[in-house]
């Protein structure tokens, strides 16, 4: 791994020779391990920092938690269904809200579980008629 992040910093284009410095990367131990037996510097990527922070907080909170786990419910499923995706386009058009697929969040980005609630929340009206509708 040493050997190609070696050859790979020989081969970025530079009108100068660029000298072995910081090496900006998320905290994976295999990164600093590597680093540190080339004798490189390390330093944190702040946006991973940031993300990381985010999502412990985002697990600190059981009723967090469980917001979270209905809302990717919902998400799954309006957007697995090709039923259920076209009676919430449906909806949507009937109550006057952009007709907008929902969008499912991805675990390791911590802004797509804001834009998953956004969403969720933006369509909140169509949601709950498509869930009365259920019953």
């Not at 809302?71 to 009676?87: D, M």
């Not at 909806?91 to 007709?99: A, E, H, K, M, V």
């Amino acid at each position: 791994m040493l050997h190609v992040m070696h050859q790979e910093i020989e081969s970025w284009p530079s009108p100068r020779q660029l000298k072995i410095g910081t090496m900006l990367t998320d905290n994976g131990k295999n990164m600093v391990s590597v680093l540190r037996q080339g004798r490189l510097s390390h330093a944190p990527c702040i946006a991973h920092v940031f993300n990381l922070v985010v999502k412990r907080f985002l697990k600190s909170s059981t009723y967090l938690q469980d917001i979270l786990k209905m809302g990717r419910k919902r998400c799954l499923h309006l957007s697995h269904s090709y039923v259920a995706e076209h009676t919430l386009l449906e909806l949507q058009r009937q109550n006057g809200i952009p007709q907008y697929r929902l969008i499912c969040d991805v675990f390791t980005h911590w802004k797509s579980t804001l834009h998953m609630l956004d969403r969720l929340y933006e369509q909140r009206k169509a949601i709950n008629d498509f869930l009365m509708m259920q019953f």
